[in-house]
C-alpha cells in the first residue's frame, strides 16, 4: 500500500462525516456519499501514480490534503470538520 494512501482515506473520512452526520440536514444523502467515495479513491490512485515517480512529494500532497480537508469548510457549508469537532467537546 502506497504511503499516500492513509491520509487520503482519513480525508475521505472527514468529509463524509462532516456532509453526512454533522451536516445541516439530517437525512442521509446516498448521492453525497456516493461522490465522497468516488473522489476518495480517484484521489488514492492519482496520489499512488505520483508517489512511485516521486515518493515524498506524493506523501506531502496527500497530507496537505489533509490538513486542507480539517480546516478548509466545505462548499454550502460554514463550519470545518475541526470547528464542529471543537463545538462537540465544549471548545471555542
Not at 29 to 43: E, I, N, P, Q
Not at 61 to 81: D, E, H, S
Amino acid at each position: 500500500m502506497a504511503g499516500s494512501t492513509g491520509p487520503v482515506l482519513a480525508a475521505g473520512a472527514l468529509t463524509w462525516a462532516n456532509q453526512n452526520l454533522f451536516g445541516p440536514q439530517v437525512d442521509f444523502d446516498l448521492k453525497k456519499s456516493a461522490r465522497v467515495a468516488v473522489a476518495t479513491g480517484a484521489g488514492v490512485a492519482v496520489l499512488s501514480l505520483i508517489e512511485k515517480v516521486n515518493h515524498s512529494f506524493g506523501v506531502g500532497l496527500a497530507y496537505v490534503l489533509l490538513v486542507t480537508v480539517v480546516l478548509v469548510p466545505l462548499p454550502g457549508q460554514r463550519n470545518t470538520p475541526l470547528t464542529r469537532a471543537l463545538d462537540l467537546v465544549g471548545g471555542t
